[in-house]
């Protein structure tokens, strides 16, 4: 478990800077991405729900960025320095970041496969 600890630790780690920065280039291009998709809205019976709608998955995916980030930095420092709470931080990093394609997931998964208890091992056989 030693080395899976340390290559998820630095995995985290680097995701979570990674998600981070995701967020903040969100943030400063927001207005650009505000312009790119009411450009869009040209032809739409109701562009104005439309375009709320737009600021609501925005702000929505600025916040998993943030908020991914912020757990992914936290679960690699932790599994890095083998505190307590690494395995709960991981889990939860993994469960925020498994569906951003191609690096949340491969790392999301392999967390979840490393972190979370097999089935069979619970289980006995009666012959």
Same mark, same amino acid.
């Given at each position: ?5 340390r290559?998820?630790? #630095?995995?985290w780690?680097l &995701?979570? $800077? %990674?998600?981070? !920065? #995701?967020g903040?280039c =969100?943030?400063?291009f927001?207005?650009?991405a505000?312009?790119? %998709?009411?450009? @869009?809205?040209?032809? !739409?019976?109701? +562009?104005?729900t *439309?375009m ?5 998955? &925005? !702000?929505?995916?600025v $916040?998993?960025a943030?908020?991914?980030? @912020? %757990?992914?930095? *936290?679960a690699?420092?932790? *599994? ?7 395995r709960?931080?991981? /889990?939860?990093?993994?469960? @925020?970041?498994?569906?951003? /394609? +191609? %690096?949340?997931?491969? @790392?999301g998964? &392999?967390? =979840?496969?490393? =972190? =979370?208890?097999?089935?069979?091992s619970?289980?006995t $056989?009666?012959?």
């Open positions: 478990m030693n080395g899976n600890r290559i998820l630790g #630095v995995g780690l &995701y979570g $800077i %990674f998600r981070v !920065v #995701v903040i =969100l943030i400063v927001s207005g650009t505000t312009v790119m %998709f009411g450009a @869009l809205l040209g032809r !739409v019976p109701d +562009p104005f *439309l709320a709608v737009f600021h609501i998955v &925005y !702000v929505g995916l $916040i998993l943030a908020v991914g980030g @912020l %757990f992914g930095i *936290l690699g420092l932790a *599994l890095l320095g083998n505190q307590r709470s690494a709960t931080l991981a /889990l939860i990093a993994a469960l @925020l970041s498994v569906s951003e /394609l +191609p %690096f949340g997931t491969t @790392l998964i &392999y967390t =979840l496969v490393v =972190l =979370l208890p097999s089935v069979g619970s289980l $056989i009666h012959a």
